[in-house]
C-alpha cells in the first residue's frame, strides 16, 4: 500500500511505506510535465536500517507510454572488527611480581568495508603502542609500520578490509591480586548495533590475571653455635629455597651483613 505523502513542493512523487529513501528537494527536478529532449533527476539518501540485500526501485509514469522502472541493488552489511591474542602463545592468567610480560593482539576486519574513528581503551597494560602493517605475498610486512595514535575518541584512523593492526604492550605486574586485562576497540560503525547487542560497546579481549609473588623460603643448613673462639671461623651455609612450580626467581642479589649484639 503506498503512502500517498507529498513532498513540501508539491513533487508528484509517493514513497511507499517502509522504504528508507529521503528526497532531497534542492537537488531534484520532477514536475508536472517532463519537456522534450530534457532529463528529471530524483536525487535522495538511502538508508537502510536492516542487515540483508536491498533493492531500490525507482517508477516513472506518465500518460503517454508504459511506465519505466530503474533499479539498483546493495547489500548491507555490519562492520564488525575482533581481537586476537596472538602472543604469548598458551597465555596463562598467573603472573609474578614485578615480572616483564609482553603480549601482543591483531585488531583484524575480516568484513567487506572499512571501519572509521577507530580508538581503543586498555586496563592494566603499560606502554601500549599501536602499528598499521603492510600485506605482501608472504602474509603481512612488519618491517617498517606506522605508529598510530589512536587513544582517543574521534581519531581519523581506519581499518581497510582484510587488514589488521598490530597492539604491543606490557602486563602491569607492580601489585599483587586479581585484575582485568582489557583491550577494547571501539569504532564510528559501533552506532548501527541494536542497544542491547553487547558487541556495541566495541571488539574486546578480556581476561582475568593474578599476580603472585614468587615464594622463597631461607634457612641455615646447620645453627651456628653459640660461642666461638676468638681467631677461629666457622662454615656457614645458607639455603634458600623457591617455592613456586611455575616461576623463577630472576635478578637475584644476596647482601650479607654483620651485626654487632650487645651482651
Given at each position: ?8 513542493n ?6 511507499k ?6 528526497i ?19 536525487v ?15 517508477i ?17 552489511i ?8 596472538v ?5 596463562a592468567?598467573?603472573f ?57 575518541k ?6 581497510d ?7 604491543k ?6 601489585e ?5 586485562l582489557?583491550i ?7 552506532e548501527?548495533?541494536?542497544?542491547d ?22 634457612s ?13 671461623s666457622?662454615n ?9 612450580k ?9 647482601e ?8
Amino acid at each position: 500500500m503506498e503512502n500517498n505523502k507529498q513532498d513540501r513542493n508539491n513533487l508528484n512523487i509517493n514513497i511507499k511505506e517502509g522504504t528508507n529513501f529521503t528526497i532531497n528537494r534542492d537537488k531534484t527536478n520532477i514536475e508536472k510535465i517532463l519537456e522534450k529532449d530534457t532529463t528529471a533527476k530524483l536525487v535522495g539518501a538511502f538508508s537502510p536500517n536492516a542487515l540483508g540485500k536491498k533493492k531500490l526501485t525507482a517508477i516513472f509514469k506518465y500518460k503517454e507510454g508504459e511506465a519505466v522502472a530503474v533499479s539498483g541493488e546493495i547489500e548491507v552489511i555490519q562492520v564488525k572488527l575482533n581481537v586476537e591474542l596472538v602472543k604469548p602463545v598458551g597465555f596463562a592468567n598467573i603472573f609474578p611480581l614485578n615480572s616483564e610480560q609482553q603480549v601482543e593482539f591483531f585488531i583484524r576486519n575480516e568484513t567487506a568495508l572499512d571501519a572509521t574513528e577507530i580508538h581503543i581503551e586498555t586496563s592494566s597494560l603499560e606502554n601500549v603502542t599501536v602499528e598499521k602493517g603492510a600485506p605482501d605475498s608472504e602474509g603481512y610486512n612488519w618491517e617498517n609500520p606506522i605508529i598510530l595514535d589512536i587513544f582517543e575518541k574521534n581519531t581519523s584512523s581506519k581499518l581497510d578490509p582484510s587488514h589488521r593492526f598490530r597492539v604491543k604492550g606490557n602486563i602491569k605486574t607492580d601489585e599483587m591480586g586479581e585484575k582485568k586485562l582489557t583491550i577494547l576497540v571501539k569504532y564510528r560503525e559501533l552506532e548501527s548495533l541494536a542497544e542491547d547487542d553487547l558487541e556495541k560497546q566495541g571488539a574486546r579481549f578480556e581476561k582475568t590475571i593474578n599476580i603472585e609473588n614468587v615464594p622463597i623460603t631461607g634457612s641455615l643448613e646447620s645453627s651456628l653455635p653459640d660461642k666461638i673462639k676468638l681467631g677461629n671461623s666457622y662454615n656457614v651455609i645458607f639455603n634458600f629455597f623457591n617455592k613456586s612450580k611455575q616461576f623463577s626467581a630472576t635478578d637475584v642479589r644476596i647482601e650479607i651483613m654483620q651485626e654487632e649484639e650487645s651482651t
